[in-house]
């Protein structure tokens, strides 16, 4: 089975055209790598507005990915808040955020994707998350870790947390026969990594630093390391951070596509491919180049 993990397409027809036009190549390359199935973890809406949600659903129509067995999505912070667009709007923000309904924009991102949730398994309730999708025999175990608003823990909506009913309900799939015998996948927005200071930045890197450890971590994660040992994980796919790498924490591997759309100091946007084969997965980076030929392609793929 062949899957691209991208992630954090912050799409926004209006204001962000390059990322739906970067977004179309990335489709048509993992069109031409015979990709069985894709993941996006969180943040494929910019500001989490409506004429958002069309636009990306309008997109993977057209690629023919609203269909269980080819794609898998899970929301990110982005998808529930939104974010500030200049300067100016960060103070107002945390107002707007603590007016924000968490569980219907939680709903909204559901009923978006809808198609792409039809065939996951839910160990008791309504909730949306957590979830389990089987495909042969891959286990993709979807997580909502978007943190709801608080003015001391999340002010802004970005960090993250898993609340006690979804990590209990985390505990029973993982506990669960259905994951016997499966190579699990954890698709889950936030990242585990440690944001590492640079020791040669100045005075505003080392303030946005500070500003990023607070307002972008995901709380109580070392019951999730413990758990995800316990259930024999063999990744965890994330983003949230807009870098694109793997890494190793707690003996789990960790894979980071929050850099898809924004492109490495050589202009190639990135994500990754995983081939599995009898739980033996093979990792490879794939880079795609914006070429201007943007017009045809979109033609092409209609």
Same mark, same amino acid.
């Given at each position: 089975m062949r899957i691209a993990h991208i992630s954090d397409l912050h799409l926004n027809p209006d204001y962000f055209p390059e990322r739906t036009e970067a977004l179309y190549h990335i489709l048509e390359k993992c069109r031409s790598l015979a990709v069985d199935h894709i993941v996006i973890t969180g943040d494929i809406t910019n500001q989490a507005k409506p004429k958002e949600f069309?636009?990306?659903?309008?997109i993977l129509k057209e690629f023919d990915l609203l269909?269980?067995?080819? &794609?898998? *999505?899970?929301?990110?912070? #982005?998808?529930?808040?939104?974010?500030p667009y200049h300067?100016?709007?960060?103070?107002?923000?945390?107002?707007?955020?603590k007016g924000t309904d968490y569980d219907s924009k939680v709903k909204e991102f559901y009923s978006t994707f809808r198609e792409s949730f039809e065939d996951c398994k839910y160990v008791s309730g309504t909730s949306v998350f957590p979830f389990v999708k089987i495909i042969r025999d891959v286990a993709f175990v979807g997580i909502n870790s978007v943190a709801q608003w608080s003015s001391l823990?999340?002010?802004?909506?970005?960090? !993250?947390?898993?609340?006690?009913?979804q990590y209990h309900q985390l505990k029973k799939i993982f506990a669960s026969e259905i994951l016997k015998g499966k190579t699990i996948l954890v698709l889950i927005h936030h990242h585990f990594n440690k944001i590492e200071k640079k020791k040669t930045a100045g005075k505003l890197e080392r303030l946005w630093h500070t500003i990023e450890m607070s307002t972008?971590?995901?709380?109580?994660?070392?019951? @999730?390391?413990? +758990?995800f040992n316990d259930g024999n994980v063999e990744k *965890?796919? #994330? !983003?949230? &951070?807009?870098?694109?790498?793997?890494?190793k924490r707690k003996n789990i591997n960790f894979l980071?596509?929050?850099?898809?759309?924004?492109?490495?100091?050589?202009?190639?946007?990135?994500?990754? @491919?995983?081939? *599995?084969?009898?739980? +033996?997965?093979? #990792?490879?980076?794939?880079?795609v180049t914006i070429t201007k030929h943007f017009k045809n392609l979109m033609s092409n793929a209609k």
């Open positions: 069309e636009h990306a659903r309008n269909d269980p067995a080819k &794609l898998t *999505v899970t929301i990110g912070n #982005h998808d529930i808040y939104g974010g300067a100016e709007d960060v103070l107002s923000f945390p107002g707007f955020c823990k999340n002010p802004i909506g970005s960090n !993250g947390d898993i609340g006690k009913h972008m971590k995901l709380w109580k994660k070392k019951r @999730l390391f413990q +758990l *965890v796919l #994330h !983003g949230h &951070l807009h870098s694109h790498d793997f890494y980071n596509a929050g850099g898809t759309m924004f492109p490495n100091p050589n202009q190639s946007h990135s994500f990754h @491919l995983l081939d *599995v084969q009898a739980k +033996l997965i093979e #990792h490879t980076n794939i880079t």
